[in-house]
T-cell receptor, first 112, second 116 residues
Framework: AQRVTQPEKLLSVFKGAPVELKCNYSYSGSPELFWYVQYSRQRLQLLLRHISRESIKGFTADLNKGETSFHLKKPFAQEEDSAMYYCALSGSLTGGGNKLTFGTGTQLKVEL | NAGVTQTPKFRVLKTGQSMTLLCAQDMNHEYMYWYRQDPGMGLRLIHYSVGEGTTAKGEVPDGYNVSRLKKQNFLLGLESAAPSQTSVYFC???????????????FGPGTRLTVL
């Protein structure tokens, strides 16, 4: 069974401080992992995917298969980073499409 | 492009009432999904559709029905609402798997439903 764990409900950091949002997963196959973000009063949107190995808005995430983790990091937090962050694991659905299993989310609050 | 839209944005129902939530997408996506979001539980998949005229059950399908008569629309129905169905409902769509961006789901703004 697929499972995604985000241990922190709330993470509060000061502006300019480093950020690390934790995500651990459980999956028997080769995982495809994503981070989605939901800014206040906006819809959920893709932040980054592990397969792209990209940096979006200064955020990066490295897949560590040994530790089954996909932590989201940013060296210097900005006020506009305040949002709810969801880690998600993709799995195939019968007939097509991909099922996203979401973690419970971490609310990031960046304080001045 | 409007992307994924949902109507209504808010709704309050009494126990036993019925309603339909409408999701529409203008991106010609093959796949569509309905999720519910509850505090401390993340998003959970209710039903999904891999194409016009097809639907399938997700993780938490009980108490809901869906229909996809047109490719661009995916309807979620509650036949007899219960307080346990108080939640925020999100619709999402994605392109055909294997195509560029096929692993990305695009979400609507959500519908906040309260069942008294």
């Amino acid at each position: 069974a697929q499972r995604v764990t985000q241990p922190e409900k709330l993470l509060s950091v000061f502006k300019g401080a480093p950020v690390e949002l934790k995500c651990n997963y459980s999956y028997s196959g080769s995982p495809e992992l994503f981070w989605y973000v939901q800014y206040s009063r906006q819809r959920l949107q893709l932040l980054l995917r592990h397969i792209s190995r990209e940096s979006i808005k200064g955020f990066t995430a490295d897949l560590n298969k040994g530790e089954t983790s996909f932590h989201l990091k940013k060296p210097f937090a900005q006020e506009e980073d305040s949002a709810m962050y969801y880690c998600a694991l993709s799995g195939s659905l019968t007939g097509g499409g991909n099922k996203l299993t979401f973690g419970t989310g971490t609310q990031l609050k960046v304080e001045l | 492009n409007a992307g994924v839209t949902q109507t209504p944005k808010f709704r309050v129902l009494k126990t036993g009432q019925s309603m339909t939530l409408l999701c529409a997408q203008d991106m010609n996506h093959e796949y569509m999904y309905w999720y519910r979001q509850d505090p401390g539980m993340g998003l959970r998949l209710i039903h999904y559709s891999v194409g016009e005229g097809t639907t399938a059950k997700g993780e938490v399908p009980d108490g809901y029905n869906v229909s996809r008569l047109k490719k661009q629309n995916f309807l979620l129905g509650l036949e007899s609402a219960a307080p346990s169905q108080t939640s925020v409902y999100f619709c999402a769509s994605s392109p055909l798997w294997g195509r560029e961006g096929g692993d990305t789901q695009y979400f609507g703004p959500g519908t906040r439903l309260t069942v008294l």
